[in-house]
């Protein structure tokens, strides 16, 4: 999708500090963080929210799930971390491209709420 913004990261089109990355997903930090650590893991193909993801994507949705913990832990979340997917405006989904927020130190002070 061309005007996609995630699709425009994904491509390297818009610049990212990416922390992770491979043919099926890119990790990157979000510039707006609502929590200390607010990574976002976004799948390269265009889905434009859980809604629309159909069976064929079941591999793909699972590796992303999988790859939120190694994410998790790159950026030092050993402690744990809040994984959170919105869909729709309605559910707060503000850029219609499937995404995972990996929200870290949400008992922090600095932690904004989602």
Excluded: W
């Amino acid at each position: 999708m061309s005007d996609c913004l995630f699709c425009k990261i994904t491509n390297g089109d818009i610049p990212a500090t990416i922390v992770y990355e491979d043919q099926d997903m890119v990790a990157f930090k979000d510039i707006a963080p609502k929590a200390p650590v607010h990574i976002l893991l976004v799948p390269r193909e265009h889905i434009e929210s859980l809604e629309q993801a159909q069976p064929k994507h079941s591999e793909l949705l699972a590796r992303l799930m999988l790859k939120t913990a190694d994410v998790a832990q790159q950026q030092g979340l050993e402690q744990g971390y809040r994984l959170i997917t919105n869909s729709g405006p309605g559910g707060g989904q503000e850029v219609p491209h499937l995404h995972l927020h990996i929200l870290g130190d949400v008992r922090s002070k600095d932690y904004k709420g989602f």
